[in-house]
């Protein structure tokens, strides 16, 4: 069984500080990890994948992830957070072999503080 | 290019009744899931259907069933429904089910059963 898991439920940092959304993740084999984000009243928008090759993915509005299969991590880093940042992110994981059964986290909520 | 399409938006339902959800994805997208998003439980992985066909599904109980259209509209009902059902039900489409290809969300249809 595949599971994914972020420790935090928020996470707050000051606007134009570094900012970091943890997630770890258990699956069989080689993962497809995602993270996406949701806006209040809105489903979740896609900010980038790691499928295979280098372990720093970057994304969709200046945000990194970086894989590290050692510690089984895939957490979300962007180097200078804004306020409109402010939202829902969700960690995904996927296990190979399958199709669209993706086991999301719950959620860490993220509060970029002008 | 139109988004993933769900309607209604809202739907206030009471105890035993059923309802229709209904998810209209993107033009060109075959493979339609379907989350339930709770705050204690995060997003819950219900069916996921390519070309009419079921090819996953989640741990949910029999009264909640899916199909697809030919045109790859796709339709959740909820039967007898039960307090705990009152969830924002989230539909996401993507090209081909593959992970290669992200999965696009609609708005959701909030449910709230009485």
């Known amino acids: 069984a595949q599971s994914v898991a972020q420790p935090e439920d928020q996470v707050n940092v000051a606007e134009g500080n570094p900012l970091t959304v943890k997630c770890t993740y258990s699956v069989s084999g080689n993962p497809y990890l995602f993270w996406y984000v949701q806006y209040p009243n809105r489903g979740l928008q896609f900010l980038l994948k790691y499928i295979t090759g280098d372990n720093l993915v970057k994304g969709s509005y200046g945000f990194e992830a970086e894989f590290n299969k050692s510690q089984t991590s895939f957490h979300l880093k962007k180097p200078s957070a804004l306020v409109s940042d402010s939202a829902l992110y969700f960690c995904a994981v996927l296990g190979r072999g399958g199709y669209q059964k993706v086991t999301f986290g719950i959620g860490t909520k993220l509060q970029v503080i002008p | 290019k139109a988004g993933v399409t769900q309607t209604p938006r809202y739907l206030i339902k009471t105890r035993g009744q059923q309802v229709t959800l209904s998810c209209s994805p993107i033009s060109g997208h075959r493979s339609v899931s379907w989350y339930q998003q709770t705050p204690g439980q995060g997003l819950q992985f219900l069916f996921e259907?390519?070309?009419?066909?079921?090819?996953n599904k989640g741990n949910f109980p029999g009264r909640f069933s899916g199909r697809q259209f030919s045109n790859s509209r796709s339709e959740m009902n909820v039967s007898t429904l039960e307090l705990g059902d009152s969830a924002l039900y989230l539909c996401?489409?993507?090209?081909?089910?593959?992970?290669?290809?992200?999965?696009?969300f609609g708005n959701g249809t909030r449910l709230t059963v009485t």
């Open positions: 259907y390519f070309s009419e066909t079921q090819r």
């Open positions: 996401a489409s993507s090209l081909t089910g593959d992970p290669n290809s992200p999965l696009h």
